[in-house]
C-alpha cells in the first residue's frame, strides 16, 4: 500500500491515471464498498471494485498499472455503473435512503464520463 509503494486510489498519479469519480455502494462506517473510474492520459477510461473492512486502505493492493485492466469506453463505464446501480436498488437490507444516495452518486459519475473532454478534447 501506500506507505513503501503506491497503490491506484492513494497515489493514481505514480501510474499515470487520475481519479474520475467514486461511487461508494454500501454506506457502512466499518467497511468499504466501492467502485473507481479512473482516466489516462489517452483519455482512456478504468474502472475498478475495492470492498473491505475499515482496516486495510482501498485498492492497496493495486500497485501496478497492470492492475488498471483493459480500458473501456465511456458507453461501457457508464453501462457497468447502472448495473451496479440496478442491484443495488434490489438489496433489501439498504434503506431507501441509502439507495437513493447510491442512486444519485452514480447519476453523477456517468454524466463526469459522458461529458468528459479531458487533455485530449
Same mark, same amino acid.
Given at each position: 500500500?501506500?506507505?513503501?509503494?503506491?497503490?491506484?486510489?492513494?497515489?493514481?498519479?505514480?501510474?499515470?491515471?487520475? *481519479?474520475?469519480?467514486?461511487?461508494?455502494?454500501?454506506?457502512?462506517?466499518?467497511?468499504?464498498?466501492?467502485?473507481?473510474?479512473w482516466?489516462?492520459?489517452l483519455?482512456?477510461?478504468?474502472?475498478?471494485?475495492?470492498?473491505?473492512?475499515?482496516?486495510?486502505?482501498?485498492?492497496?493492493d493495486?500497485?501496478?498499472?497492470?492492475?488498471?485492466?483493459?480500458?473501456?469506453?465511456?458507453?461501457?463505464?457508464?453501462?457497468?455503473?447502472?448495473?451496479?446501480a440496478?442491484?443495488?436498488?434490489?438489496?433489501?437490507?439498504?434503506?431507501?435512503?441509502?439507495?437513493?444516495?447510491?442512486?444519485?452518486? !452514480?447519476v453523477?459519475? *456517468?454524466?463526469? !464520463?459522458?461529458?468528459?473532454?479531458?487533455?485530449?478534447?
Amino acid at each position: 500500500m501506500g506507505w513503501n509503494e503506491p497503490d491506484l486510489y492513494n497515489q493514481p498519479e505514480h501510474f499515470g491515471v487520475r *481519479i474520475v469519480g467514486v461511487v461508494e455502494w454500501d454506506y457502512e462506517c466499518y467497511q468499504f464498498n466501492m467502485t473507481v473510474v479512473w482516466v489516462d492520459a489517452l483519455d482512456q477510461f478504468y474502472m475498478g471494485d475495492d470492498s473491505g473492512c475499515s482496516c486495510p486502505s482501498p485498492f492497496e493492493d493495486s500497485t501496478s498499472a497492470e492492475d488498471l485492466g483493459m480500458p473501456m469506453t465511456k458507453h461501457e463505464v457508464a453501462a457497468a455503473l447502472q448495473k451496479g446501480a440496478e442491484d443495488t436498488q434490489q438489496r433489501s437490507y439498504m434503506s431507501d435512503e441509502d439507495k437513493e444516495m447510491v442512486k444519485a452518486s !452514480v447519476v453523477s459519475l *456517468i454524466e463526469k !464520463v459522458m461529458n468528459y473532454k479531458g487533455d485530449n478534447g
